[in-house]
């Protein structure tokens, strides 16, 4: 059973953050349901001055990984989002290991130095397919992930299963071309509501996700993602991805 691969994004706990729950009282929790990683999302954040040094020391006493979710891009115009470096600096307080941002309006120019002075943080460095046309196509992905590694750039990417079908795309075509490039898999089904996608639970939409887990590699964390209602479908969702990826 490889359970250190499998990460509990706090989009799972949707509702309890809605409900005035915080990210650091939740992390016993998932330590408890047995996970050994979490990602932490900024945007649940109530008080990040106060609530980054709590995190960081339950993750401590917990032996939790931490993986970061920040909902920003990498540039702006074309240009570097001046931001990052404050992302950064929080995963560093945290103790982060990884950071995941998504592309943005990327017009072909890299700008590799001010690239390198982040990447040499120490915080791996990740792009997601979002669910936008600007930066969640396989076109926009690949276009990036090529110039990226043609500058030898340590940038990885994050397929999220899911987000192909918000931008009208088809998750095993995006497979079969991203995968050289995947550092980290988001996982989420989806279903559809009067014509239109939205998230759902492992085995509960249209997608054949283990499919497209035969075409990923093998070796990289897998985190659930979407929003539960209770322990027993989180759990539920482990233990579905446990029989795949054992």
Do not use: C
């Not at 809605?18 to 929790?29: C, F, R, T, V, W």
């Not at 932490?40 to 993986?67: G, H, M, N, Q, W």
């Not at 309006?105 to 792009?127: P, Q």
């Amino acid at each position: 059973m490889k359970d250190n691969r499998l990460v509990l994004n706090f989009l799972v706990f949707a509702e309890k953050i809605e409900n005035g729950a915080l990210q650091s009282e939740l992390l016993p929790e998932i330590a408890a349901l047995g996970f050994q990683a979490v990602e932490i999302r900024r945007e649940y954040f109530k008080d990040l001055t106060k609530e980054i040094p709590v995190i960081k020391s339950e993750a401590e006493r917990l032996k939790l990984e931490l993986f970061y979710s920040v909902p920003d891009e990498v540039y702006v115009a074309g240009k570097i989002n001046p931001k990052l470096e404050d992302y950064l600096s929080e995963a560093q307080q945290m103790g982060v290991k990884h950071i995941k941002w998504n592309i943005g309006a990327f017009e072909g120019n890299l700008h590799e130095d001010e690239l390198k002075a982040l990447i040499e943080s120490g915080v791996a460095i990740t792009v997601e397919n979002d669910q936008t046309q600007t930066s969640g196509t396989i076109t926009a992905i690949e276009t990036y992930m090529k110039a990226v590694e043609a500058a030898g750039l340590a940038i990885g990417y994050v397929y999220d299963l899911g987000n192909w079908r918000f931008v009208g795309e088809d998750e095993m075509k995006a497979a079969e071309k991203l995968t050289d490039y995947v550092q980290y898999i988001h996982m989420k089904d989806v279903g559809y509501e009067n014509g239109q996608p939205k998230a759902a639970g492992l085995d509960h939409g249209e997608i054949n996700w283990r499919k497209v887990l035969t075409i990923l590699p093998k070796n990289r964390p897998i985190a659930i993602e979407y929003p539960t209602v209770s322990d027993a479908e989180i759990l539920a969702a482990k233990k579905l991805l446990e029989e795949v990826i054992d």
